[in-house]
């Protein structure tokens, strides 16, 4: 393809029209870089105008272009959102120290190190903060490998042919969704526990899985729906069963869309895990909650159980951006 008429060969853009290159380089058709914009593009990400430019998204003469697009992000935006990130961080923890003052409040940071560790008789001994933090991420993590298969069940009976299997889909979703999450914990701890002689950490999971899984099943069903139906059509063509469609074929493929809010929704249970402390399941918030009420050290410890919470949530997207772009769904 020859190069546009108001385009130099070996040439370089003005640099007026950099920006406006950085928008326009993408062949529509294609979703590729052009040759003759591979310069002009190497140039902004030098010049630090653009982030970075997928060099595995440009047609170069001899090498076929690959499924990637270009990334051409504006780097001052990222400096930017880093900003107003700090500011608004400084201004939440001036507003926290100025309440604090006007309370009168006398902090004792130094204490809050003991209820994460301490050394005993040259003995390390673990302290309640600790031994919340692993609570959390065992009950989440069992809660949510549960919640994926729950979850995924309840998408393919929703997506059966079953009337059954349907209507049974249906109203669990609808159920669970609409109900708080308080009030199912409640019912499913002093009714059901009971009857079954669960304990309260299996009644957390199970309450946990079950709150969860009605919003992974549409999650799931989404994805599935998202696989073009031809994909169903060879399935046939080929003699294979539902079952088999599922398994190596239809599944495969939906995994590149669910993922992101799979991974959304991992952080969310991670956060709603907060709420068994009602039935005093020693995780984070009740051992932060029994620390307040033997030191009154309110500030220092709701702010160290929120900082370790965020600490689990921000790995957990950052997981979520990796396999984003480890399972790049092309436009």
């Not at 992000?73 to 400096?79: D, E, G, K, Q, W």
């Not at 500011?87 to 809050?112: E, K, P």
């Not at 673990?126 to 809660?143: C, D, H, M, N, Q």
């Not at 042919?161 to 209507?167: D, F, T």
Request: proline letters at 5%; hydrophobic letters at 50%; aromatic letters at 10%.
């Amino acid at each position: 393809m020859p190069p546009p008429a108001n385009r130099t060969v070996g040439g370089r853009a003005p640099a007026g029209r950099l920006t406006r290159l950085a928008q326009r380089s993408i062949v529509p058709d294609t979703g590729r870089v052009p040759a003759w914009h591979v310069l002009d593009l190497l140039t902004l990400a030098g010049s630090g105008r653009i982030s970075a430019v997928r060099l595995d998204s440009l047609e170069t003469p001899g090498r076929e272009r690959s499924g990637a697009v270009l990334w051409a992000r504006p780097a001052r935006s990222s400096v930017l959102a880093t900003l107003q990130f700090a500011l608004l961080c400084a201004a939440l923890i001036w507003l926290t120290v100025r309440g604090a003052a006007n309370m009168g409040y006398n902090w004792q940071w130094y204490r809050v190190p003991d209820y994460f560790a301490r050394v005993v008789d040259e003995r390390l001994v673990w302290g309640p903060l600790a031994f919340g933090f692993v609570e959390t991420i065992r009950l989440s993590a069992i809660a949510f490998v549960l919640t994926v298969l729950l979850g995924l069940v309840v998408a393919v009976l929703r997506l059966s042919r079953s009337p059954v299997g349907r209507a049974v889909a249906i109203g669990y979703t609808e159920l669970i969704r609409n109900t708080p999450l308080l009030v199912q914990l409640y019912i499913i701890y002093f009714v059901l526990a009971p009857i079954v002689g669960m304990d309260r950490n299996w009644t957390a999971i199970f309450c946990l899985t079950l709150f969860e899984a009605a919003f992974a099943a549409e999650i799931f069903r989404a994805g599935i729906m998202s696989v073009p139906k031809g994909q169903w059509e060879a399935a046939a063509s080929l003699g294979l069963e539902k079952r088999q469609a599922y398994r190596d074929i239809i599944l495969p493929q939906a995994v590149r869309f669910v993922l992101p809010p799979l991974t959304g929704l991992a952080v969310s249970l991670v956060k709603h895990s907060s709420i068994v402390s009602v039935i005093a399941v020693f995780e984070l918030t009740t051992e932060g909650r029994n620390i307040i009420s033997d030191t009154y050290m309110s500030f220092e410890i709701w702010l160290t159980v929120a900082g370790l919470y965020l600490s689990i949530t921000v790995t957990l997207s950052l997981l979520a951006a990796w396999l984003e772009r480890r399972f790049e769904v092309a436009s």
